[in-house]
């Protein structure tokens, strides 16, 4: 349940320093002067809702209409296989703006489910006023097309490391390519015989080195689950 909605648009809204600092720490308006930010204030209508932990935000599928910002507080990403025979739920921290490349282009359908992980606070804007935004404001329009551009780039540049041989490099590759973020705590929701498939190794292989990470602490076994705390280290090129 959204606890509260506070939509600005009011040209003798006198901004304090507190607004200003929460959208500097928005990348798409890093950079931007205190008039072009007393500017946007004043006559854009920007939404702030506060939701609880276990709320969702949004769901796989539904129609992309607005840019959404983690403001303060950690909520869940979880992106399933189109077969559904995986999902993996990322968990992410502020600061965070919530599929930016959805709002645009052929598919404007959201990718990921998002719930709350903690009490949230969020910042939203709908995709007319981004418009505006793209045509008034240089710094925004460039901090935008960056934003996209880098999730682009590390979408793409996965798919062409060097395949390794030992499963805890498939692994973390495997989930690399498939997150929005190469880091951070990770959970890989997908049965065991499955696992073995997408990794293609033997099942008793695959059992025996599951264990030996786990060992290690690089990630914690349940039923039907592999949690992740930090992918950076099951990354490490360095180990087997």
């Known amino acids: ?25 928005i990348p798409v308006f ?22 609880e932990a276990g709320e969702n935000l949004q769901t796989a599928g539904q129609r992309c209409n607005q840019l959404v910002f983690l403001m303060s507080g950690a909520i869940a990403l979880t992106t399933k296989a189109d077969d559904e025979s995986f ?5 992410i921290d502020t600061p965070y703006t919530i599929e930016p490349e959805r709002l645009f282009g052929i598919y404007n359908q959201c990718r990921t489910t998002v ?4 009490t949230c606070n969020i910042m939203t804007l709908d995709k007319e006023e981004v418009v505006k935004l793209l045509e008034q404001y240089t710094v925004f329009r460039f901090n935008l097309l960056n934003l996209i551009s880098t999730q682009s780039q590390r979408m793409g540049n996965g798919r062409w490391k060097a395949e390794k041989t030992n499963l805890r490099n498939r692994l973390a590759r495997f989930i690399e390519t498939r997150c929005t973020i190469p880091k951070g705590t990770k959970h ?20 025996k080195a599951l264990r030996q990470l786990q060992n290690e602490g690089l990630l914690r076994i349940r039923r039907g689950v592999y949690d992740i705390p930090r992918l950076e280290e099951l990354s490490e090129e360095d180990k087997t």
């Open 1 to 25: 349940m959204v606890l509260a909605l506070t939509t600005i648009k009011n040209s003798s809204l006198m901004p304090t320093p507190s607004t200003y600092n929460l959208l500097l720490g």
């Open 115 to 118: 719930t709350t992980l903690t």
């Open 188 to 207: 890989l929701r997908i049965m065991r015989k499955q696992l073995a498939v997408e990794m293609n190794m033997g099942f008793a292989n695959m059992t």
């Open 87 to 91: 999902a993996i739920t990322e968990d």
């Open 30 to 51: 890093q950079g931007m002067g205190k008039t072009e930010l007393q500017e946007i204030i004043a006559h854009t209508k920007l939404g702030f809702e506060k939701h």
